[in-house]
């Protein structure tokens, strides 16, 4: 089974600074799939950012960008720039695809409370 | 474009009680997740329905169950509730399932409240 750890519960940034969020996961597999949710207090999961494990071209999206290391099983996410908008539960997840080659479940990370301070 | 619908977003419940939650997934969404969300056991995966068939299962009792119509929307249902089944259950749709189309999107979820 795989497993997704995220170590930091908390952290907090200063707008318009950088923060780095880690994650490191456990699997056996080859082919998966690695994201990055965010949970605001409206409780909406938003995709932040994704990444294939085939490539090893490191995802950005705007002002988040990851430093996917397969070897190491570590993916983490930085934000730039941060703003008050990105306060947020952030979760870290995997997903192998089925044997048939379609999308499967998503296993989450505890996940880490991002406080962006003025 | 609407986005993932779930109802009711609040429900209290009492134990031995059983609830069916909601869900209509985006259209032209054909495959539907659903996920617990707690503060001790985090967010884990129930079921999975694509095209009115259960595709992929959690491990949770039986008690739990779930089912999807042809219009895609799915239902779960919660039998002789226990005061650990309260949660945040969260609702998921993508376009087809296929490994091309991972983007899962969520609702805003239903809040269960067992008493």
């Known amino acids: ?118 | 474009k609407a986005g993932v619908t779930q109802t009711p977003r609040y429900l209290i419940k009492t134990r031995g009680q059983q609830v069916t939650l909601s869900c209509s997934p985006i259209s032209g969404h054909r495959s539907v997740s659903w996920y617990q969300q707690t503060p001790g056991q985090g967010l884990q995966f129930l079921f999975e329905y694509f095209s009115e068939t259960q595709r992929n299962k959690g491990n949770f009792p039986g008690r739990f169950s779930g089912r999807q119509f042809s219009n895609s929307r799915s239902e779960m249902n919660v039998s002789t509730l226990e005061l650990g089944d309260s949660a945040l259950y969260l609702c998921a749709s993508r376009k087809q399932g296929t490994v091309s189309n991972t983007e899962a999107f969520f609702g805003q979820g239903t809040r269960l409240t067992v008493v």
């Not at chain 1, 497993?3 to 600074?17: I, L, W």
């Not at chain 1, 695809?97 to 880490?112: Q, Y």
């Open chain 1, 1 to 118: 089974a795989q497993t997704v750890t995220q170590s930091q519960p908390e952290m907090s940034v200063q707008e318009a600074e950088t923060v780095t969020l880690s994650c490191t996961y456990d699997t056996s597999e080859n082919n998966y799939y690695l994201f990055w949710y965010k949970q605001p207090p409206s409780r909406q999961m938003i995709l932040v950012i994704r990444q294939e494990a085939y490539k090893q071209q490191n995802a950005t999206e705007n002002r988040f960008s990851v430093n996917f290391q397969k070897a190491a099983k570590s993916f983490s996410l930085k934000i730039s720039d941060s703003q008050l908008g990105d306060t947020a539960m952030y979760f870290c997840a995997f997903m192998k695809p089925l044997s048939t080659g379609t999308a499967s479940k998503l296993t989450f990370g505890t996940g880490t409370r991002l406080q962006v301070t003025l």
